[in-house]
Structures are given as C-alpha cells and as structure tokens.
C-alpha cells in the first residue's frame, strides 16, 4: 500500500538525514517482503543516495516508484553488515 508509514526521521547534522526503520505494519509490503527489519537504515530509494534530500523529497521518490521501489538498506548502527547477514 502506498504511503504506508515505515520509518522515522533522525536528524544527524544540518545536511545529513539518516532513516531508521521505526516501525513495521502488519500486513505491509515491508513485512510481506521479509527483508526489512525495525532498527535497519535506509541509505538509497531506487538508487538514489537520500543523505542529503529532505524528508518530503524521500516521501516523492517512493510514492513515484509505483508498484516497485528498490531500498538500499544499512544495518541498524552499531551492527556490522557481516553479523547483520546472519542475524
């Protein structure tokens, strides 16, 4: 479902943004998917780095993507990637 919420904002300096997986809804393209998981970061939407656009420009991205939206996704910090694998 499209604009379903997934994440939160943090703010992280004046020009960088990271988003957090925050939340999760039951039933969602998120949880249907199996990937995704509370605590993860979202560094890119379709291949475009989201660091430094703001958070109504991120909301576009998706909403534009239509049925499929590609997610680069970063552990939750504190986590390496390798251990993330397994997890």
Known sequence: KKGEELNKL????????V??????LDN???ERCGQLHVG???LA??????SHLHHEDIVNIIKESG???V????PPKGKS???????
């Open 71 to 74: 997610l680069t996704v970063g």
């Open 28 to 30: 969602s393209p998120a």
């Open 45 to 50: 939407v379709n291949g475009v780095d989201i």
């Open 40 to 42: 993860d970061r979202i």
């Open 10 to 17: 943090k703010h992280h300096s004046k020009s960088n943004f």
């Open 81 to 87: 990637a390798h251990k993330y694998k397994n997890h």
């Open 67 to 69: 049925y499929t939206v």
């Open 19 to 24: 988003i957090i997986i925050g939340r999760i």
